[in-house]
């Protein structure tokens, strides 16, 4: 039954369709000229850092979710993301945007496109599920 209620939730949260994906494009794509660089890339997540500290929080984190978003599923991307900065340390580390940005940029030409955005987003969606699921699992 657990594993049910999970497929469920995971479906529901990470099962983004195109005009949601569209638009965590088109928010990190601070110029709106369909193109995002490693400096939006930059200054999209410098954002959420609002103490200025040089790292986001789970506190800062979750000020940027949508409201009603399951704590697990938050606890989940935050785990993803500070992992990815490469020290998982209980903080995300603004070194993540060039991490992240080759991530997202399949062809390293240094530019992400919104083809090369939904090209990838799986794999990242993949990393997201796995923290959740290992939540669950604890």
């Not at 949260?13 to 494009?25: H, I, Q, R, S, T």
């Not at 800062?60 to 020290?87: C, M, R, S, W």
Request: glycine fraction near 8%; charged fraction near 25%.
């Amino acid at each position: 039954m657990k594993i049910v209620i999970l497929s469920c939730l995971l479906a529901a949260v990470l099962g983004m369709n195109y005009d949601e994906a569209k638009a965590g494009f088109d928010s990190t794509d601070l110029d709106a000229d369909g193109v995002v660089r490693p400096e939006e890339m930059s200054t999209f997540i410098a954002k959420t850092d609002t103490n200025n500290d040089g790292s986001i929080s789970i506190e800062e984190y979750t000020a940027t979710q949508l409201p009603g978003t399951p704590e697990l599923v938050i606890q989940g991307h935050f785990n993803y993301y500070d992992k990815l900065d490469g020290a998982d340390d209980g903080v995300i580390s603004l070194s993540i945007a060039p991490v992240l940005f080759d991530i997202l940029d399949p062809d390293n030409d240094g530019e992400i496109t919104l083809e090369d955005w939904f090209v990838t987003l799986p794999q990242v969606n993949d990393g997201i599920e796995n923290e959740i699921v290992a939540l669950y699992a604890a």
